[in-house]
Nanobody, 123 residues
Framework: QVQVVESGGGLVQAGGSLRLSCTAS????????MGWFRQAPGNEREAVSC????????YYADSVKGRFTISRDNAKNTLYLQMNSLKPEDTAMYYC????????????????WGQGTLVTVSS
């Protein structure tokens, strides 16, 4: 059974930074693409950023390009999301999940969600 645990969220002012972490178990981490997704109140969950098994291929939503950086440490079964220049519209619950499809313009998650970590950006 796949389990993911997200951490690192919090309250930050616009322009600030946060680093999210996600540890995963119950899967062969270094054989799986992984991704970050977010859901704001009243909105559907959307893909934010995804990375293939060795970091050689990534996807970023247009809204976060140039501000967010995804990375992974396969030795630690951990996925990261460095978020800089945060905006109020980045406020959402952030989730990580293994990815079943990754391309230059799309990222599709497996249905294996954790509790998420809340990011709140104040203006």
């Amino acid at each position: 059974q796949v389990q993911v645990v997200e951490s690192g969220g919090g309250l930050v002012q616009a322009g600030g930074s946060l680093r999210l972490s996600c540890t995963a178990s119950g899967l062969t981490f270094d054989a799986n693409a992984m991704g970050w997704f977010r859901q704001a109140p009243g909105n559907e969950r959307e893909a934010v950023s995804c990375i293939n098994w060795n970091g050689g291929s990534t996807y970023y939503a247009d809204s976060v390009k140039g501000r967010f950086t995804i990375s992974r440490d396969n030795a630690k079964n951990t996925l990261y999301l460095q978020m800089n220049s945060l905006k109020p519209e980045d406020t959402a619950m952030y989730y990580c999940a293994p990815v079943q499809g990754l391309g230059t313009s799309y990222c599709i998650a497996f249905d294996a969600w954790g509790q998420g970590t809340l990011v709140t950006v104040s203006s």
